[in-house]
């Protein structure tokens, strides 16, 4: 696994994001950074992957490549796989 200076980083033709999960919010919504990690809040409570399957679908809509959760199934803490993106491509659809 490459060594991770921010919230992304390129690992072959797709790049790995560390987010923080915050499952159970008011609406879905890419909250921005909080320190090296990415804010994603969902609406979804965190049972049976309910959160999980939520936080892939936005991620994938907001920056129009699938996504896949690599790690941190079951912490708020998680390693997410934009799948044919570039960091570059990542920060520029999440206008970071």
Not at 47 to 65: D, F, H, P, R, V
Request: glycine share 12%; aromatic share 2%; proline share 7%.
């Amino acid at each position: 696994m490459p060594l991770m200076t921010g919230p992304w980083v390129a690992d072959g033709a797709d790049t790995l994001i560390r987010i923080k999960a915050v499952p159970g919010a008011s609406r879905d919504a890419v909250a921005g950074l909080l320190g090296d990690r990415l804010k994603v809040r969902v609406s979804a409570a965190p049972e049976g992957g309910k959160a999980n399957k939520a936080i892939c679908q936005l991620l994938s809509i907001t920056m129009g490549c699938p996504v896949a959760i690599e790690s941190g199934h079951r912490s708020p803490l998680k390693m997410i796989r934009a799948i044919g993106f570039s960091p570059t491509q990542v920060a520029e659809a999440l206008g970071l």
